[in-house]
């Protein structure tokens, strides 16, 4: 009873919500689909799942996925949020960007001096950036490297299979406290 009430009072703290949560784990579990129910129901646009497992698209029935791996990319089609499940690391990423443009120059579909930022982030597995990165655990992340540059990252004490709706409001109410800088 005490924690009904304690989540509605969580609840009513949360006014900012970000577009884009990463979350970084070696496992997957039912804590996941209840994440994305909360997302949803808090208008979080996109949630991208890193980590090395293997996971069939199913397990989030009736949302948008994506399964994101080195051999290419497997959607099903369905509501928001969408979830991206990714399974290789952030310097894969860039390698793989790097390997598609020399191929691209040297084939003369651009030249050198038109290789910048907005080319590479075209070849990018997952456009938008993150606004917060959970990880479990004190390690940095080395996921959506590029795309992360400015996202805030929430070192959790959190078990994935028993995650809880107030573990869930916690972090919400800890990104909207932070100043984001933008490297500012």
């Not at 509605?8 to 996941?32: A, C, N, Q, Y």
């Not at 894969?92 to 598609?100: F, H, T």
């Not at 003369?108 to 479990?136: M, Q, Y």
Request: proline content about 3%.
């Amino acid at each position: 009873m005490l924690l009904r009430v304690y989540e509605k009072l969580l609840e009513r703290e949360i006014h900012k919500v970000p577009e884009h949560i990463v979350v970084v784990t070696d496992s997957m579990g039912e804590g996941f689909l209840r994440l994305a129910r909360w997302c949803r129901k808090f208008g979080v646009d996109e949630i991208t799942i890193c980590g090395n497992f293997q996971l069939d698209s199913f397990f989030f029935e009736g949302f948008r996925v994506r399964v994101i791996t080195n051999e290419g990319v497997e959607v099903k089609e369905g509501s928001k949020p969408t979830i991206n499940i990714l399974t290789f690391t952030g310097r894969e990423e860039i390698i793989n960007v790097v390997k598609k443009i020399a191929k691209l120059v040297e084939r003369g579909e651009f030249n050198i001096e038109d290789v910048d930022e907005k080319l590479f982030e075209k070849f990018l597995t997952i456009k938008s950036p993150p606004d917060i990165i959970i990880k479990a655990g004190n390690d940095i992340p080395d996921f959506l490297i590029w795309q992360s540059i400015y996202a805030e990252i929430y070192f959790a004490d959190i078990d994935w299979q028993n995650l809880r709706y107030v573990d869930f409001l916690r972090i919400l109410r800890e990104y909207q406290r932070r100043e984001r800088r933008y490297g500012r």
